[in-house]
């Protein structure tokens, strides 16, 4: 039977359409990914069976104005982008009926609403014209009733109107419809579910989800709700310091101290870490003290500014206030890192003087924020030396300190920490993406755990030792065998020269962490030393676990065989959980992983374009052969340096390379060449 050929190459949108509407670019991707799922199972290279039972793990970071995913890739932790970033706004609007039909591929189906909505980058878009009209800041509002004074604290400051629930709840309302935390709160998850989709085709999500340590019964209980509500499988709700510790923590055994504070809350606890288990021994977090409240004191003296100079009272105009908690998060950002930081807002509004529009333009150090705000930090200080007194140690104790949120940033916060504990920050993670880290690992080892061992899989992971010590999987973990794999070696050796292939068996990017199975050799038999020679290794796995590699040479087309059996006692239960935590809380070495590989490109690049130069050094131009020395130079002199310099010094010697092999002498050239081939690149 003939199916017909979908050509997605003719579906073409102006660039400056997805510029302004960046939500129709994950649609299309998302489109394009099951187009092409579609297209490969019509060709046999895959089934849908296989599809089917294809499962995303996931960490999951709920917060008041942003959210993040990520999956767990090899047993690494990957953060997924949004078009925001590495996370996405927790913004959320409904659509009225007939508007914004533009907008259709980037608005959200959900079933539970009957509508459309707009979450994210798109969402904050729209409040720019209808601040009433947009809900952020849910994750305050899930589980609480309306009644309680954070609630009536929150109704007195955002745009968007909260109201009460049929049994006390609170509850918010856009167009006239009322919409409760938990269905605002489950169109985030769907957002953050579509994301995952276009890094990934999947059909079935694991998530754990991490909350703050103080949410109650009711909160949990809507989050869990919600998540279900928006199709995924939650696993665990994991308190927000012990994610934290998972993804950071650098010690195997010992006191750790965890300090978190973001737009919507603070905590701070002690825990005991022995390997992967962690224990909390106390805590104490506080959602009225928040990276908002340090925003509305800012937004508090912009508009006692506001009446100094123009004699006018913005409170009461939502635009003009919605636009002052903007420029207040951003001057509290960069007061992180600069001591200055000017506020600037043209024609904010009208003078009540008839004058003519007010503008806004004042500028505030660092040292008159500290003082604005001296009262908050003055509590969170406190709260953490009761902290020491409840969990009955000293600040000598304590092994390490690790911070989550991005309101760890601000110096003064940053200050407090180290007077009381005495401890430098761990540097292991980004403070803002600690949260989503851990999560993704704890989902990774509750999966592993409810695996069963199946015979009819490798267990772990086969591969070579390459550059640095670095694991490079051939065969990865949980592939049906018997089955068989071919990896390509380029090498540039002498005639007669052997290169030694070590082969482990093992999940940890370092080679060492692994079992070594046995080492191959590969010899060049070729008359001439220049150019490189490829090798060929075949790894085959029986059903009795026996690998054999053989190792055949391009050239002449010589071949070797030898067989590694696999102990039974290493692909054990026990030691298989041992290997996949190992390499968990070693995540972070996946770094060297990158680099190693980095490296291997830039020889390989430094050797081809070596080649070229002596192939081609007496037709070509001075000035090109220059710059082709130059960039071979360059390239040589940052293999030592930072991964960033290396992949600029890669990309210059590639495109000078690209550029000599495609040079032709005067003579030889015809009026349809290009006669500069690295300005056609460009």
Not at 11 to 25: D, G, T, Y
Not at 199 to 218: T, W
Not at 241 to 255: D, H, Q, Y
Not at 505 to 531: A, K, M, P, Q, W
């Amino acid at each position: 039977m003939a199916y017909p050929r979908i050509d997605v190459s003719r579906i073409r949108i102006r660039n400056a359409f997805l510029w302004n509407l960046p939500e129709i670019n994950m649609r299309l991707c998302m489109l394009w990914s099951k187009v092409r799922m579609f297209r490969d199972c019509m060709r046999g290279r895959a089934n849908f069976r296989m599809m089917h039972t294809k499962v995303a793990i996931l960490g999951v970071d709920f917060g008041c104005k942003n959210s993040r995913v990520a999956i767990m890739d090899c047993l690494v932790p990957q953060v997924v982008e949004s078009e925001s970033g590495r996370f996405t706004l927790s913004y959320v609007t409904l659509t009225k009926l007939k508007s914004y039909v533009p907008y259709a591929w980037g608005l959200q189906h959900m079933d539970c609403f009957g509508k459309r909505v707009a979450v994210g980058e798109l969402a904050k878009r729209i409040m720019i014209r209808q601040p009433s009209d947009v809900v952020f800041n849910v994750k305050n509002l899930i589980g609480k009733h309306f009644n309680d004074s954070c609630v009536q604290e929150m109704r007195k400051r955002l745009p968007f109107s909260i109201i009460e629930g049929p049994e006390g709840e609170s509850c918010v309302e856009i167009h006239g419809i009322k919409l409760s935390p938990v269905e605002i709160t489950a169109a985030i998850f769907t957002k953050l579910k579509d994301m995952v989709l276009m890094h990934q085709f999947h059909h079935k999500f694991k998530v754990v989800i991490c909350v703050p340590s103080f949410f109650n019964e009711q909160q949990r209980e809507d989050i869990v709700s919600a998540g279900q509500l928006a199709g995924l499988e939650i696993l665990q709700l994991i308190d927000e310091p012990i994610a934290a510790a998972l993804s950071s923590t650098t010690i195997k055994e010992g006191v750790v101290v965890v300090f978190g504070m973001g737009a919507g809350s603070y905590s701070v606890a002690v825990l005991h870490v022995s390997g992967m288990n962690i224990e909390m021994r106390a805590q104490c977090g506080d959602s009225c003290i928040s990276g908002d409240q340090f925003d509305n004191i800012l937004v508090d003296y912009c508009v006692t500014q506001m009446i100094k100079l123009h004699s006018v009272n913005v409170c009461g105009d939502k635009c003009a206030m919605r636009q002052l908690v903007e420029v207040a998060e951003q001057a509290k950002v960069k007061l992180s890192s600069q001591p200055t930081a000017t506020i600037s807002i043209p024609y904010l509004t009208s003078s009540g003087q008839g004058h003519g529009p007010a503008h806004l333009n004042i500028t505030i150090s660092r040292q008159e924020f500290e003082k604005l705000v001296n009262n908050l930090t003055e509590q969170i200080q406190e709260k953490c030396q009761i902290i020491l007194k409840e969990a009955n140690i000293a600040a000598k104790d304590v092994d390490e300190l690790v911070l989550f949120g991005g309101m760890t940033r601000v110096p003064k916060i940053q200050r407090i920490i180290y007077e009381v504990f005495g401890k430098h920050q761990s540097a292991k993670v980004n403070p803002e993406e600690a949260l989503v880290i851990g999560s993704a690992m704890q989902a990774a080892l509750i999966v592993e755990d409810q695996q069963e061992m199946s015979k009819d899989m490798i267990p772990l992971s086969i591969g070579i030792e390459c550059e640095e010590g670095i694991f490079t999987k051939v065969i990865p973990r949980h592939t049906r065998i018997p089955t068989k794999r071919m990896v390509k070696i380029p090498a540039w050796c002498a005639q007669g020269e052997c290169l030694h292939i070590r082969i482990f068996l093992g999940e940890h990017v370092i080679v060492d962490h692994n079992t070594f199975l046995g080492e191959v050799e590969l010899i060049n038999n070729r008359r001439s030393y220049e150019g490189g020679v490829d090798f060929e290794l075949t790894f085959e796995v029986s059903r009795n676990y026996l690998v054999e590699v053989s190792v055949s040479n391009v050239d002449d087309g010589s071949k070797t065989i030898k067989a590694f059996p696999i102990d039974e006692k290493v692909i054990c239960k026990h030691n298989v959980n041992r290997a996949v935590r190992n390499a968990l809380r070693d995540w972070s070495m996946y770094a060297a992983e990158i680099y190693a590989d980095m490296r291997n490109l830039a020889r390989h690049t430094i050797n081809t374009l070596s080649d070229a130069l002596s192939a081609r050094k007496d037709e070509l131009p001075k000035d090109l052969y220059e710059d082709a020395v130059k960039a071979l130079d360059d390239l040589l002199k940052a293999m030592g340096k930072d991964v960033s310099v290396l992949h600029d010094k890669i990309r210059a010697a590639m495109s000078v390379e690209v550029t000599i092999l495609n040079w032709r002498p005067p003579s030889e050239s015809h009026p349809g060449d290009y006669d500069d081939y690295s300005d056609y690149e460009n």
